[in-house]
């Protein structure tokens, strides 16, 4: 068992920044992959990024790819995610999720989710 409760989330106006964190517990950390995934209001869920159980390798979807960064530290068993330059589609519940083993980009393969973090971009 994995629990992740996420935070950092808030109202940004467009070009701003915000982290948002996901603090884990309950499993080896290091073990686990780790992604954030978004759902936008009458929109499906959507990946954002991953990053391998060593934080070596980084994944991210098109549309933030150059503007958020994720990070992890496995001795303080975190994940976050830094988002610049933040646009109004941006806006959506942010879940951060993990897996045991190798990282996937598909929502379908992760086997725990956080609450959700609400991040609101106003133009």
């Known amino acids: 068992q994995v629990q992740l409760l996420e935070s950092g989330g808030g109202l940004v106006q467009t070009g701003g920044s915000l982290r948002l964190s996901c603090a884990a517990s309950g499993r080896t950390f290091s073990n686990i992959a780790l992604a954030w995934f978004r759902q936008a209001p009458g929109k499906e869920r959507e990946f954002v990024a991953a990053i391998s159980q060593g934080g070596g390798r980084t994944y991210y979807s098109d549309s933030v790819t150059g503007r958020f960064t994720i990070s992890r530290d496995n001795a303080k068993n975190w994940v976050a995610l830094q988002m610049t330059n933040l646009k109004s589609e941006d806006t959506a519940i942010y879940y951060c999720?993990?897996?045991?083993?190798?990282?996937?980009?598909?929502?379908?393969?992760?086997?725990?989710w956080g609450q959700g973090t609400q991040v609101t971009v106003s133009t």
């Open positions: 999720a993990a897996r045991p083993g190798f990282t996937s980009l598909l929502g379908t393969e992760y086997d725990y």
